[in-house]
């Protein structure tokens, strides 16, 4: 599966940025899917992830009650709705896929997408 990040962007401090994920190609059967990001010089960190059905979630303690992660099956989308943006959520993002949920959650995945930046001023 070939997967297209997009909708990163600068905002400031308290704004909100929404993120969408693309999937093209033959996919996983039902395949879970997840944000990373990456900032500059440090590890990539797990943002959320999405069970196929939309049943199970789980964000990063950092993100939690700012951010919601969503995805349209029939579509092929994920999306990231990020809020109330810290400094702090300046990052490169990432999304990725994998056939099994604990594995995303777990800090890795099969897939990945290409990235897209995300700035946010103070």
């Known amino acids: 599966v070939q997967l297209q990040a997009s909708g990163g962007g600068m905002v400031q401090t308290g704004g909100s940025l929404g993120l969408s994920c693309a999937a093209s190609?033959?996919?996983?059967?039902?395949?879970?899917m997840g944000w990373f990001r990456q900032a500059p010089g440090k590890e990539r960190e797990l943002v959320a992830v999405?069970?196929?059905?939309?049943?199970?979630?789980f964000y990063g303690d950092s993100v939690k009650g700012r951010f919601a992660i969503s995805r349209d099956n029939a579509k092929r989308t994920l999306y990231l709705q990020m809020n109330s943006l810290k400094p702090e959520d300046t990052a490169v993002y990432y999304c990725a896929a994998d056939a099994r949920f604990d594995v995303i959650r777990s800090g890795t995945a099969a897939s990945w997408g290409q990235g897209t930046q995300v700035t946010v001023s103070s």
């Open positions: 190609g033959r996919p996983f059967s039902s395949p879970a």
């Open positions: 999405i069970s196929y059905g939309s049943s199970m979630t």
